[in-house]
């Protein structure tokens, strides 16, 4: 009974021989048993690396959406800040040229031609002047006395 022969005979009466004895084949199938289980377990280990790895990938892209938003916004108020920049530099160019003078002078007009009263100041007084010339005072208004800031000097004056 070599090599595990069992000495046993097949249907055509033939000596079955076993290349393993049955006990060996039993420790097999346990081994291969517990490879399978070792390799499902790290397996499911992959499968939750997976989602673990997912997850951080998802808050990785709802941090960069976040801040890319964050971009828009201040790219928004900078646009804002740079249009205020602009209107203030536009103005002053216009002041300085006259057009802007020129500008009130023309809306004051046509305010009149429409029969529209005009209200202005003049000195310390708040003045309506109708389209037929009639002016009528709206205020006084008191100007307050000048006094220097604490700590500042006018350099030749005696105290």
Known sequence: MRNGSAG??????????????LADVKED??????ERDELLAGAKGAME??????????????????????AKRAKKMHDELLADVKLEANIRKLALSGELAKGAQEAIRRQKELGLPVTFQRGTQVIRQHADGREEILADIEQPEFR????????????
């Open 8 to 21: 046993k005979e097949s249907v055509r009466g033939e000596k079955l021989r076993f290349a393993k004895p």
């Open 29 to 34: 199938m346990k081994r291969a048993k517990r």
């Open 49 to 70: 690396d997976m989602k673990r790895a997912k997850q951080m990938h998802d808050e990785h892209l709802a941090g960069m959406k976040g801040a890319i938003e964050d």
């Open 148 to 159: 220097l800031p604490h700590g500042v000097k006018i350099i030749g004056r005696r105290s």
